[in-house]
Each structure stands twice: as structure tokens, then as C-alpha cells.
């Protein structure tokens, strides 16, 4: 009985054996896993001078603004303008009726006619002592009421037309023929715009960063693309209390009047001294809740193949002002690095990467939207 037991035990451990080694290649582990490599687009950190400039929300303002009223009472009679049109200063813009006024006018200015006959007559008398001083006095205080009459009445005619105080573009008109104004009431508003100006308030700490001369550039939604250049004119002298700003005037030209007084406009104060910053791609930063990262493009030589190859290795970094399609960063890249630019949200640390730039979108300072 033994001799059969280990007979068929070591039959056994030959089948057992023989599948083993049958088996053996399924049984081996896999080679280890290898990720493919990811296709991005780089650029290079660039050291870059920068404008130093103070951001702010204006308001455009006309540098001259008025609704131009009735300084008399009567019936509109001519109204000699058009809305919207341009207008020189000393243009008449309404006449009221003054048919009563210039037959007063013309009543008073025979008695004054008179009353100078009647004192040049008393002057001969009184040369000659014809004549008491007292009549000739009484003749002379006739003559100068005459006179202050017509005066009188000149003014008021003069308040029967109203005219444009300045050149500049009035608005729609607020009244009609035949209607009657009292004085005060609105005829129309007129604005001189160019120049024009933009008020801002900026707080207390940017007064040492501000001075009358310094460049502004304007721009505002309305006309996207375009930029305003003017400049700093004026400066408060003193700091609003309650919210610790002060107020600042620019002043820009506007000869083709693309600028309306009320717009809200942004402004940059430009100083003329630069500031040097590292800017890269703002696409090439991964904002993440535990850090800013980039992914550097780093040359290695590979081990079996003896060629060189890029893999990403990825950096926090401090993320410092934006401008344009640019970024500044305070620390973690230096200039010349080569940045991946897209695709990084794909990356880890020790990626292999494929660079290809030929569809690499183009940054700019500047970047002007396309209109579609």
C-alpha cells in the first residue's frame, strides 16, 4: 500500500509540475504601465517691462454744460436751431414776441429825443442866465430817465432772444412755436465736449502714485477696441472724509465727439516709471484651491533610448498682476523657461510631452477683440 501511495504522489506532483510549466507565461506580471505622452503648446517666461498703472471707474463730464432757459416771458416766435445740431457761441437759438416791448422801445426813445432838445435848450439858457438852475436841473433829470427808459426796455428786448453762451452741441428741444415761457423755463441743453473730462476717486494710499501730467488711457464698452489718451489736469486738494478718496480730472480730446458726457468710462493712470515683471501665457496657469501650479517643459535623456524627451514638471507658483493675455508671476518660474500653455489640466508631475506649436493661440499686451 505505501509503494502505490508514493507512486501516485509523485504522478501528481509530475501533472502538477508539467502544468506549471505550461503556464508558467500567465502566471508572469504585466510590464509596468506606461502613460502615453500628452501633445501641448508652450512659450517662454519672458522678462518684461510693464507700465506702472492705477486702475479706476470714471465718469465723463462736458468741459462746458448747460440747459439753456428763458430769461424773459412771451410766446416762442422763432426757434432757430436744430436738435442735435453744433452751435457757435452768440448764435440765436429762440426769439420770443416782442411786437409790445419795441413799440415801448420805440415811444421811449422819442421821449428821450425830446428830453436831450430840451436840455441842450436849458444849457444855452442857463449859459446866458435865462434860466433857474433848478429848471435846468429838473430838464436834465428828464432827459437821463429818458434815457435810463430806453435803456431799460433794450434790455428787455435783449431777454426775448436767447443765445448759445458757448460753441458746442445742443441736445433735443424742449419746446415748440407758439408756446409761452416764463422765465426759467428749459429751452434746451448744450454741451461743449471737446475737450471733455473724466472724474474718478481713487483712495487715500495712491496719493504719492499720482500727479498732475500723468497720462490716462480711457476706454469704456461702447467702443470696444478703441483707446482715449489724455491726462491728469487736476488733483483734490482734499480727501473726502467718509470714504478717504480723492477726487482726480482727466481731461481727453474729443474732436469727433465719440465721448458723451454721463458714460461710465475705465481709466488707467499711466506712470512713467516701468516696472519689471516675469509675464507668461495666463492659459499656462492651473488655479487650484490649494495652489497656483505651472507645468515647466524640462528636457531628460531617456535611458533606453538614448534621445531626449520633455516631460512636465509641475511648480507652485505667486500669480502677480494681469494684463492682456499675459501674467506676472512673483516667484516659482524664471525667465526662458519653457511653460506649457495648454492642455494642463490633463498633467501631472513627470508627464511625457509632444510639444507642438504651430496652433498655438497668439498672446498680446494689447489684445484687440475680433468684431463678429
Not at 465721448?259 to 516709471?273: C, H, K, T, Y
Not at 495652489?291 to 516631460?311: L, N, P, S, Y
Request: charged share 25%; proline share 5%; glycine share 6%.
Amino acid at each position: 500500500m505505501l509503494k502505490k501511495f508514493v507512486i501516485a504522489f509523485i504522478g501528481l506532483f509530475l501533472v502538477l509540475g508539467t502544468i506549471v510549466l505550461i503556464k508558467k507565461k500567465e502566471f508572469a506580471a504585466p510590464p509596468p504601465f506606461s502613460a502615453p505622452p500628452e501633445g501641448v503648446t508652450t512659450a517662454k517666461a519672458e522678462a518684461q517691462d510693464w507700465d506702472r498703472t492705477i486702475a479706476a471707474v470714471a465718469t465723463l463730464r462736458a468741459d462746458q454744460g448747460v440747459t439753456v432757459a428763458s430769461e424773459g416771458q412771451g410766446t416762442v416766435k422763432v426757434i432757430a436751431f436744430e436738435s442735435g445740431a453744433k452751435v457757435k457761441a452768440g448764435d440765436v437759438l429762440v426769439e420770443l414776441d416782442s411786437e409790445v416791448e419795441r413799440a415801448q422801445l420805440a415811444a421811449a426813445q422819442a421821449r428821450a429825443e425830446l428830453a436831450k432838445v430840451n436840455v441842450d435848450r436849458a444849457q444855452e439858457l442857463l449859459g446866458r442866465n435865462a434860466m433857474a438852475k433848478s429848471d435846468f436841473d429838473n430838464a436834465d433829470g428828464t432827459y437821463k430817465q429818458a434815457v435810463a427808459d430806453v435803456n431799460s426796455l433794450r434790455a428787455t428786448l435783449d431777454k426775448k432772444t436767447m443765445r448759445a453762451p458757448f460753441t458746442g452741441r445742443v441736445g433735443i428741444r424742449l419746446i415748440s412755436l407758439g408756446q409761452f415761457l416764463d422765465r426759467g423755463n428749459p429751452i434746451v441743453t448744450l454741451q461743449a465736449l471737446d475737450p471733455i473730462h473724466a472724474d474718478f476717486s481713487l483712495p487715500q494710499q495712491r496719493v504719492a502714485d499720482l500727479k498732475v501730467g500723468y497720462a490716462v488711457r480711457v476706454s469704456l464698452d461702447a467702443r470696444p477696441g478703441v483707446v482715449f489718451a489724455g491726462q491728469v489736469t487736476a488733483i483734490s486738494p482734499e480727501i473726502d472724509t467718509a470714504s478717504r478718496t480723492l477726487r482726480v480730472e482727466a481731461t481727453l480730446d474729443n474732436a469727433e465727439e465719440l465721448l458723451s458726457p454721463g458714460m461710465f468710462v475705465d481709466v488707467q493712470v499711466v506712470s512713467p516709471e516701468k516696472t519689471h515683471v516675469i509675464a507668461i501665457p495666463s492659459t499656462a496657469v492651473y488655479y487650484q484651491a490649494y495652489g497656483d501650479t505651472i507645468f515647466v517643459a524640462k528636457e531628460f535623456k531617456d535611458e533606453k533610448t538614448g534621445q531626449t524627451v520633455k516631460r512636465a514638471e509641475q511648480r507652485f507658483v505667486r500669480i502677480g498682476e494681469a494684463r492682456g493675455d499675459y501674467v506676472s508671476i512673483l516667484s516659482g518660474v524664471q525667465p526662458g523657461e519653457e511653460v506649457v500653455t495648454s492642455g494642463v489640466f490633463k498633467l501631472s508631475n513627470g508627464t511625457m510631452l509632444i510639444v507642438d506649436n504651430s496652433l498655438a493661440p497668439k498672446v498680446s499686451l494689447t489684445p484687440k477683440p475680433v468684431n463678429s
